[in-house]
């Protein structure tokens, strides 16, 4: 379908952003943003990415970064929007003094509401509030049907998700937690602080927590069934003596864009295989 025409709908505010009209060259710092905005059909007013997103595979993909920024190479693509995640070293501040609107799509949401939240808000600011509609819903239904489908258990499953070798990991504040819980599975990273999204724990305390599955999200950094069952005092644990120690894809697990549901689908999937 064609896109609305610049001026449909607009100006539009969200939060303390007015868009005059629709961007047409947006510059995305935010691999989680990119594949939103590519989501709900805003790919063709994107300009230019961050170095790291790298999905979907059509995104224009630069060596712009989104953790260092350099604000004269983002406004050598004269943007008329650039959305990021957070604001490194008055980064917003510097692009507004060039007159270039900025958007900021919060990283570590920790529900689905929040999430679907930030889709809307960028459908209003792209002009592609139907998209965003439709990529709500659709979620939505997924996430509703994985739930549904997954096998009922009389105790929830004990999980420990780890996010590198030193022993971070989500906790139960995180997304991934939130979306877990609901197909009857629960961290043994327990917090009670809402903006404590990921921790550090001791072997000592996944030894003793004994989980039912081992997650993880680093197998691109050598990490896998053998090395975490060859590791110290570690063949004792559950997952490991039974072998659900699931690998899943690094780059779903660290954004938390539409791929969430595939994230959930990896591991109803592979916990339907735990008795």
């Known amino acids: 379908t064609e896109p609305p025409p610049a001026g449909a709908g607009f ?3 969200v939060g303390g952003l007015t868009m005059p009209a629709r961007p047409t060259a947006i510059v995305s710092l935010s691999p989680t943003a990119t594949e939103m905005l590519f989501a709900i059909g ?8 961050d170095e790291f997103s790298t ?5 224009p993909t630069t060596d712009l970064s989104g953790f260092t920024p350099n604000v004269e190479a983002i406004a050598s ?6 959305v990021i995640s957070y604001d490194p070293g008055d980064l917003a501040a510097q692009l507004a003094a060039l007159d270039i609107p900025v958007h900021t799509v919060p990283d570590n949401p920790t529900d689905m509401v ?3 939240s930030q889709v809307v808000d960028l459908g209003a600011l792209t002009g592609q509030a139907d998209g ?5 819903s659709r979620m939505a239904d997924d996430i ?10 009389d105790r929830p499953l004990a999980y420990y998700i780890e996010i590198d070798n030193t022993l971070f990991t989500y906790t139960s504040q995180s997304l991934i937690a939130s979306l877990l819980a609901m197909v009857g599975m629960e961290n043994i990273a327990v917090s009670d602080d809402p903006a404590q999204v ?6 000592e305390v996944v030894v003793d927590a004994d989980p039912d599955v081992i997650l993880l999200t680093n197998a691109q950094s050598g990490e896998s069934a053998e090395t975490v069952s060859a590791r110290d005092g570690w063949g004792g644990i559950t997952a490991v003596r039974d072998g659900h120690i699931v690998e899943l894809s690094p780059d779903i697990a660290s954004r938390w864009g539409p791929r969430v549901v595939d994230l959930l689908r990896e591991v109803v999937d592979a916990v339907s295989q735990v008795p």
């Open 42 to 49: 805003a790919g063709e007013q994107v300009v230019a990415v």
């Open 198 to 203: 990921t921790t550090q724990l001791s072997a």
């Open 55 to 59: 999905y979907p595979p059509e995104a």
């Open 132 to 136: 965003a509609a439709a990529l709500v």
């Open 144 to 153: 509703d049907k994985l739930v549904a489908d997954a096998p009922p258990r």
């Open 11 to 13: 100006p539009v505010i």
């Open 114 to 116: 929040q999430i679907y």
């Open 77 to 82: 693509y004269d943007p008329d929007l650039v």
